[in-house]
């Protein structure tokens, strides 16, 4: 699923924001702020903590931005970056780790294919703990594997998957109950 960080930028672009030309820097930020507010937004459910994200993720972008070595590279660098702020608000913050097992879809394999026919998804994942919501969004939207999940939150594999599964049966539940209509 394509969510805008693959745009095909003009590397001088990208070099003169790099040398700080404000100009090209505004450029960056108009092309890339919908696919950042987007991320951000699905990572910390909350509109202004979102738009906060966006900012503190564009100033360390231009500030960090002479050193990333491959211009073509910018697209998937600044959403690892986004990723990271989002991740490092996580901090200090518990993440949900608690499950209602009486929640879990028995067949949450099809819980893919249940969410992907929902106009609104988003109503969904902010009902998901933080780390669940993060694993969904990033995995199926951002397209992070789950080795690079495990890595990005410091988890074994295997309990990325575990989690993740578990976030689209809690997903497919409320889904197919009508629940999301009540979320916020």
Do not use: C
Request: proline residues 3%; charged residues 30%; hydrophobic residues 45%.
């Amino acid at each position: 699923m394509a969510t805008g960080f693959a745009r095909d930028i003009d590397k001088d672009v990208i070099r003169r924001a790099a040398k700080g030309q404000r100009r090209a820097q505004r450029q960056l930020f108009e092309v890339f702020y919908d696919p950042v507010y987007r991320l951000a937004l699905a990572m910390t459910r909350h509109e202004a903590d979102a738009r906060d994200l966006v900012q503190d993720a564009f100033i360390k972008a231009f500030t960090a931005l002479p050193s990333l070595h491959e211009p073509g590279a910018f697209g998937g660098w600044l959403k690892r970056l986004v990723v990271n702020l989002a991740l490092d608000g996580f901090k200090g913050r518990r993440l949900e780790q608690s499950l209602d097992s009486a929640e879990l879809a028995p067949d949450w394999s099809n819980a893919t294919e249940q969410l992907a026919v929902l106009d609104d998804i988003d109503a969904l994942l902010v009902r998901l703990p933080d780390l669940e919501r993060a694993l969904v969004w990033l995995y199926t939207v951002e397209g992070f594997e789950h080795r690079e999940l495990a890595t990005l939150f410091a988890m074994k594999e295997a309990a990325v998957r575990q989690r993740y599964r578990r976030a689209l049966a809690k997903l497919a539940v409320w889904a197919s109950n009508g629940d999301w209509q009540d979320a916020g």
